[in-house]
């Protein structure tokens, strides 16, 4: 066996075993070059230990040792595959197997890990393949409310969420819709922003408090796509959750609901708590 089997062979025993203080001595005395493994096995050691479970001190290791400097970056696990494939914006062509390690982390549900990534300068918004992270987790079924809530939590943007929200309707899962609208109108900030007002002794007028209300809501744009996937859909619960979360002007919002026949409809289906939100409005024509 020649030399640079005998290294390839200790890499992955050590590797394998999980024995970072080996792995690391075995680096530095033969200098070893995790770039040109990754070069010659046509992988990456990255996505490889995260899908694989490695511990966290081993990501830690890899990270200090291997060509990483930038991990805002896709690894394709089969360049010779290709084909098309479906998003949320979309079908397009292209592979299907491409694997940023962030992603691939959340994909996992590994948090600490995913934490980790966050503190070398991954990017929660990193955008490839005509995907954000959001579209990426629910195209492969690995969206949950827990890396969700950590996404949210991390400064994705609120745009990501433009085609995601309709999508979310049709397959009825409000559940997401709820997390996002309660992020974006019950966070820290805009709860200080009304303890300061009230402090101040600045009494606001309903008037004020509903334009106030309104502009939080706006944080989240929510396009009249929603509401037909949920008129569509008869997804009832999510028209009520759109419909208090909107930050539209009510003006539209009436318009939305005239053009869709949302109080005829709910009036039909004796959705009770749908049209008395509806009739809570200023002006509804009937």
């Not at 290294?7 to 680096?27: M, P, R, S, V, W």
């Not at 400064?155 to 309709?166: A, K, L, N």
């Not at 109080?263 to 004796?270: G, S």
Request: one cysteine or more.
């Amino acid at each position: 066996m020649n030399t640079i089997e005998l290294q390839k062979n200790n890499f992955i025993a050590l590797f394998n075993n999980n024995n970072i203080t080996e792995l690391e001595k075995f680096i530095k005395n033969n200098n070893f070059s995790m770039r040109e493994w990754n070069k010659n096995n046509k992988c990456d050691i990255l996505i490889q230990a995260i899908e694989n479970n490695a511990s966290y001190k081993m990501i830690q290791l890899i990270l200090k040792y291997g060509p990483y400097n930038n991990l805002n970056y896709t690894f394709n696990e089969n360049k010779l595959l290709k084909s098309h494939y479906e998003t949320l914006n979309g079908t397009f062509g292209g592979y299907y197997q491409y694997k940023p390690p962030l992603f691939i982390a959340l994909l996992k549900n590994n948090f600490r890990v995913a934490e980790l990534l966050i503190e070398n300068k991954a990017d929660i918004n990193y955008f490839t393949h005509f995907e954000n992270i959001v579209d990426y987790l629910y195209n492969r079924n690995g969206l949950t409310t827990k890396n969700l809530r950590f996404i949210l939590s991390k400064g994705v943007r609120p745009e990501y969420f433009f085609m995601s929200i309709p999508t979310f309707i049709k397959d009825f899962k409000n559940e997401f819709l709820e997390i996002i609208f309660k992020h974006y109108l019950l966070n820290n900030s805009f709860i200080l922003n009304l303890i300061n007002i009230y402090k101040s002794r600045k009494s606001l007028s309903c008037k004020q408090l509903k334009e106030v209300l309104r502009k939080e809501k706006n944080k989240i744009y929510i396009h009249e796509l929603s509401y037909k996937a949920a008129i569509e859909t008869e997804n009832f619960e999510a028209i009520l959750l759109l419909l208090e979360n909107d930050g539209n002007e009510e003006e539209n919002i009436l318009e939305v609901i005239n053009d869709y026949k949302i109080l005829e409809i709910a009036t039909e289906r004796n959705k009770t708590k749908l049209v008395k939100k509806i009739l809570s409005f200023n002006k509804i024509y009937l």
